[in-house]
């Protein structure tokens, strides 16, 4: 679907990981923590400081790739 993704799967907490990506200045975080595994959900965040807290997985891939097929940069 023309997506370009990376996870970063070191031993940093949380917090350390999404303050590394601000700084990286990466556009979207999905963030995915124990919380969210269980849930099925996702956490969205946006480089404008927009959050999505406890979106359905399913409902995340839909919105990810109608912007992605509009080529919105608003997800």
């Known amino acids: 679907a023309g997506v370009r993704a990376s996870a970063d799967l070191s031993s940093d907490r949380m917090n350390a990981k999404i303050r590394t990506a601000q700084m990286m200045k990466v556009p979207y975080m999905l963030v995915v923590g ?37 080529r919105s940069s608003d997800l």
Do not use: C, K, Y
Not at 37 to 64: C, H, I, K, W, Y
């Open 34 to 70: 124990d919380r969210e595994l269980e849930n099925e959900t996702v956490s969205l965040r946006r480089r404008d400081g927009v959050r999505q807290n406890g979106m359905p997985v399913g409902e995340f891939m839909e919105l990810a790739v109608s912007r992605i097929r509009s």
